[in-house]
């Protein structure tokens, strides 16, 4: 089982939600953290909750949109610590709307830049320093990675292509060190809901999801006994993994269940 002391960790999007919590879950195991988010502000405040939990810490303000941003990333990571032992691509965009209702498509491309193309230029930037450190990919997807949701077309497709991405090199590589760990959640009570997307392109206020589900707590300690095992797929909640089976045999059956869960956000 792997342990986190002394060790670099990497996170996309850890100012707010889940990367936030992975990192304090991480931070109380003393681990040398490199935080990356778009809100300085926030950046700075998970930063010191760390440090006040015995981590050190880097903060990294960027857009993982940007190619040569994600390099600067892991250069910058590489220089304070001088090895990177886990990658956590969390950093992540959603949108709310029916498809027929969308009238600004640049919504998908921006889903995709952040959501799959992030996650695609870390990963690169990252690989040779995991390979020298026989480290961890984690890739934190979705529910919707694994199958369709109505009214989420773009961050379902956009999860889909993560997904899609990590297992295929995760058998590239096979004999190099390097783990790749996928993680789906089930929905999970962040502030992301408050960020979404419209069909316009421009935030809408979405309900917030069932006070029942999940905590950002609660899934980072469960990303992280998974990256103690190096776990392959992590699915949050029985719900999903009932549903991976269950498409075998009453697809139709799973396409109402997920049509529930949007229409009462739990």
């Known amino acids: 089982m792997v342990t986190f002391a002394g060790k670099t960790v990497l996170i996309s999007g850890a100012s707010a939600g889940i990367g936030r919590a992975l990192a304090l879950e991480l931070a109380s195991r003393h681990a040398h953290l490199a935080l ?10 998970a930063a010191e909750e760390c440090r006040s939990r ?12 940007r190619e040569a941003a994600c390099r600067d990333l892991v250069a910058s990571t590489l220089e304070r610590f001088g090895h990177l032992d ?3 691509n969390n950093a992540g ?5 029916r498809f027929e209702s969308v009238s600004d498509f640049t919504t998908y491309e921006r889903l995709m830049a952040v959501n799959y193309l992030g996650s695609v230029y870390l990963t690169a930037a990252a690989l040779g320093a995991l390979k020298r450190s026989h480290g961890l990919l984690v890739a934190v997807a979705s529910i919707a990675g694994l199958t369709g949701l109505p009214e989420r077309t773009a961050y379902a497709a956009s999860k889909h292509a993560m997904v899609g991405f990590f297992e295929s090199l995760r058998i590239e590589l096979q004999g190099s060190g390097v ?25 809408i206020a979405v309900a917030r999801p069932d006070n029942r589900i ?6 980072a300690r469960r990303i ?15 719900r999903g993994r009932l549903g991976r089976w269950a498409r075998l045999v009453a697809p139709a059956l799973v396409d109402r ?3 529930r869960a949007i229409r009462t956000r739990r």
């Open 224 to 238: 992280v006994r998974a990256m103690e095992r190096r776990q392959r797929l992590v699915v949050t909640s029985f």
């Open 257 to 259: 269940i997920a049509a």
């Open 86 to 88: 886990a990658l956590v």
């Open 179 to 203: 783990s790749v760990t996928i993680v789906a959640p089930d929905f999970v009570s962040t502030e992301m809901h408050r960020r979404a997307l419209g069909p316009d392109g421009r935030p």
């Open 214 to 219: 999940m905590t950002a707590q609660q899934c």
């Open 93 to 97: 965009v959603t949108m709310w709307s």
């Open 54 to 65: 015995g981590a050190q810490v880097l903060t990294l303000a960027a857009d993982i949109s």
């Open 36 to 45: 990356n988010g778009r809100d300085e502000q926030q950046l700075h405040e």
